[in-house]
Structure formats: C-alpha cells, structure tokens
C-alpha cells in the first residue's frame, strides 16, 4: 500500500531546465511538503559539483520533492543518504537487487552508476527547504521512445541504467517514482523522529570494512570504511597517508564530511 503521509502533489512536465529549479521555485510559495515535480526531460539537469546530468526523454526518472523539515538544520545533512537508501531499495525491488549506495549519493550497481541524489537547500527569513532531487537511468536503448538518443561516450563508460541490469524493459517513470516515494516518506518521518542515519541506511551502503582512497584538499590517503556517523559522516580509520590534521579523530577513526572517495579506480567525484 502506497505510504503519503502529506497531501502529495504530482506534477509531471514536459521539459524544464531543472526539477530541482522548479522545487526550489515552490519551496519559495506556500506548496506544501511533498509536492513532486517529475520531468520528461530537463534542459540543465545537473549533478553534484555542478557537473552536468544526462536527461534526455525517455531516459529515466528526473524528479525533485519539497522537503520542509521540522528538524534542526545541523541535521539536514543525513537526509540525501535516507533518500539514497529508499532509492537503493526501490531499484532492489523493481529488478534490479544489486543496488548499493556509494557514499555520499551515488546508486550504484557495481562499478556502475544507475543514479544519484541531489539535495539543495534555500532559505527565506526563519523559513528554509530542500528540494530533493533524484535521478535514475532507466532505458539507456531508446526501448521507451524509439527515437531517444544513445548516452554519449562519457556518460556510458560509467553508467548503467535499469533496463540493463534486469528491469523490465516496459519499467516506466511512474512506477520507479511510486516506488521511490513509497519508501521515502516512512523513512523520512522515521527520521525526523529520530532514529539514526547509520541505522537508517542500514546494510544499503556500500564499502563497509573496505579499503578506500580518499582526497582530501591536496592530501590523498587510505582508511578502511567502518560505517556512518550519526549525520551522516563517513567514518574511516586511516591506514596509509596523512589525513589533514583539521580532520579530527575519535578512536582512531575519521568523520569525513566532505572530499572525494576513490573506490576500487572510480571516484565518487565524477556525474555518473
Ligand atoms: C549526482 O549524482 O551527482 C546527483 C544527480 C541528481 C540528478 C537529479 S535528476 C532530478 C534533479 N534535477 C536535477 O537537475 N538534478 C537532480
């Protein structure tokens, strides 16, 4: 049974620069927690770092919802992972089970993108939002609109989509979306109420007691992945390297907010 504890509105578009645009643009009126903007295709998709997202018609799920958080701003930064674990299990349960999230918003299956999340925050007066943006790959084949363009080079070297990895090839954006927010919302209010991100995000993330480099400014350095912290940290016990002394340690381990992780020679930095 689908689980919408607010007055969910979904709006689907054409084409619009970003969803992510549009959310912010709606947290600025009085739309109310929940509303979903769901695009075709966007313009000006883009990715963490400002790095462009693929997002042509056709190609997967371009969507943003309105978070108005009653909780303290500190803890905002945990909620892109409690998104990115719905995510991950959404794909897991429409075929495609070897999703994993990749600190800090990466859904990967292997070393493959399959999507990602992007949380932007803005504020007015006492009043701030987020817009929660997710984008999932679905048919990289032109399987849902014959004449869709093939993901260029780049994008292609380093992403999958779900159709690809076993989704049925009639997968649409709807039901990805329904999916999505089914287990969004229980996990979001579970988190406002207070639980953990850590026991949130639970076995979803990826790397645990693994390896990693990690760049931080100019300094690279190895650690072994030991779990998340409470807002969502990347705990790590450094192994190899120095780790900037502003980094401080607790128990011998680090709580990266912040830098790039390398896994296995995939980078977390790059769009997809
Ligand atoms: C990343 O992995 O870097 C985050 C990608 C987020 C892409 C989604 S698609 C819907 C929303 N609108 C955007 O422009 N970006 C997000």
Redesign the pocket.
Known sequence: MTHWPHETAITVFDAVT????TILEAGATDAPEGTTHI?HC?T??????E?Q?W?PPGGGL???TLLRPRVAPSTWSGISLVVGSAACRALQSLGVEATTLYWP??LQVGDK?I????CEVRSRGARAWISV???INIHFDGTSKPDQEPPPSDVRARATSMTECGAPTSTTQLEVAEAVLERLWPAYERFQDGKSIPELVGTDLAHVGETVDVRTGLQSWKGIVRGLGERGELLIEPTEGEPPESLSTTDGVIALTGGEVVYGNKSTGE??
């Open positions: 970003s969803t992510n645009d695009a966007q000006r998709g883009r990715g963490r770092a790095r997202w997002s371009w969507m943003s918003n990466d993108k999507g990602g999340i992007l943006g997710i984008g769009t997809k």
